[in-house]
């Protein structure tokens, strides 16, 4: 769940792109991204949740077999109008995840392990198991 701040930190992220990809050159610094993340999750008003993911459409371009990314939308719609059906460009669905800590860190990566193990059971295992 995206909390008001991070929504912000996202808007504010495209905006400043928009106003570049004019040239359709630009390629988006994940590290630039990091920190003006960063800096909304520091924000006072954040409210800590152990994780926050910020889920976005990135616009791709190849060109003899090399991809740039061109742009990012908070928008699916627009990620598309953008690439126009080209061949020569790809809307891809990303996301960045935000953990307040290492333990809230190692929690998700536990239960994600849970979840893909406990998905390779049938019926009769889990209720072997006494999981249902």
């Known amino acids: 769940m995206m909390t008001d701040i991070a929504r912000q930190a996202l808007a504010d992220i495209l905006d400043e792109i928009k106003d570049k990809t004019v040239n359709h ?48 939308f908070t928008n699916e719609e627009e990620a598309k109008k953008l690439a126009g059906g080209s061949m020569y460009r790809g809307v891809w669905k990303k996301s960045f995840t935000f953990f307040d800590t290492v333990e809230d860190y ?8 849970r979840e893909r193990a406990l998905a390779k059971l049938t019926i009769e295992e889990r209720q072997a198991l006494g999981l249902i």
């Open 25 to 72: 050159n630009l390629i988006m610094s994940i590290s630039k991204v990091r920190r003006i993340a960063h800096d909304a999750l520091e924000h006072p008003a954040y409210k800590s949740t152990g994780m926050n993911t910020i889920e976005y459409w990135e616009v791709n371009e190849s060109y003899d077999r090399d991809m740039t990314a061109i742009a990012n």
């Open 106 to 113: 190692e929690n998700n990566t536990r239960e994600k392990l």
